[in-house]
T-cell receptor, first 113, second 117 residues
């Protein structure tokens, strides 16, 4: 069945450094991928998305990379700040199943001052 | 930007009672809303897809008689946890898709923490 998983459950980085959060997905039919940030006690917040016809997309301080060959997704955060501390989820939407979005396990990012 | 309002943000109830959670899209219309459940330090688990004007579609293993979903308008979906028990204690989150947008971006509510005593 479909699954989206993460390589690392926790990540600790120094303030100012770059962060890289990884995600592996198993459904090769997925055509849309999203990264969400969730702070404690709150709902997920959209960060950036990418379609399967792209391999890279950049936002403000964030970049998402998609490698369809190995079914791997990553989120890069430049100049990580204390406010970036949260749990990050990758999510996927397949071509079938309507618009439902399946979430991966999540990675907790700690930013050390 | 699009805003999804979820209410209440937290609720404590006695075992056996029912609890209703509301999810409203404030500045857009949503033909489809989703309900998720999240346990501490775990990911979001999709419970059901709420469709305006029709029956909800439940994920495998989710009891439809336990978790009643009503999507009576384009801006409101409700989740009712019936005869709640302590094992139903969890963080419930709704999300909605803007029917006026061509992408698949979802907007999430702030979640409801349910504690059943």
């Amino acid at each position: 069945g479909e699954s989206v998983g993460l390589h690392l459950p926790t990540l600790s980085v120094q303030e100012g450094d770059n962060s890289i959060i990884n995600c592996a997905y198993s459904n090769s039919a997925s055509d849309y991928f999203i990264w969400y940030k969730q702070e404690s006690g709150k709902g997920p917040q959209f960060i950036i998305d990418i379609r399967s016809n792209m391999d890279k997309r950049q936002g403000q301080r964030v970049t998402v990379l998609l490698n369809k060959t190995v079914k791997h997704l990553s989120l890069q955060i430049a100049a990580t700040q204390p406010g970036d501390s949260a749990v990050y989820f990758c999510a996927e939407k397949g071509k079938t199943g309507g618009f439902k979005t399946i979430f991966g396990a999540g990675t907790r990012l700690f930013v050390k001052a | 930007g699009a805003v999804v309002s979820q209410h209440p943000s937290w609720v404590i109830c006695k075992s056996g009672t029912s609890v209703k959670i509301e999810c409203r899209s404030l500045d857009f219309q949503a033909t489809t809303m989703f309900w998720y459940r999240q346990f501490p330090k775990q990911s979001l688990m999709l419970m059901a897809t709420s469709n305006e004007g029709s029956k909800a579609t439940y994920e495998q293993g989710v009891e439809k008689d336990k978790f009643l979903i009503n999507h009576a308008s384009l801006t409101l979906s409700t989740l009712t946890v019936t005869s709640a028990h302590p094992e139903d204690s969890s963080f419930y989150i709704c999300s909605a898709r803007d029917r006026g947008m061509t992408n698949e971006k979802l907007f999430f509510g702030s979640g409801t923490q349910l504690s059943v005593l």
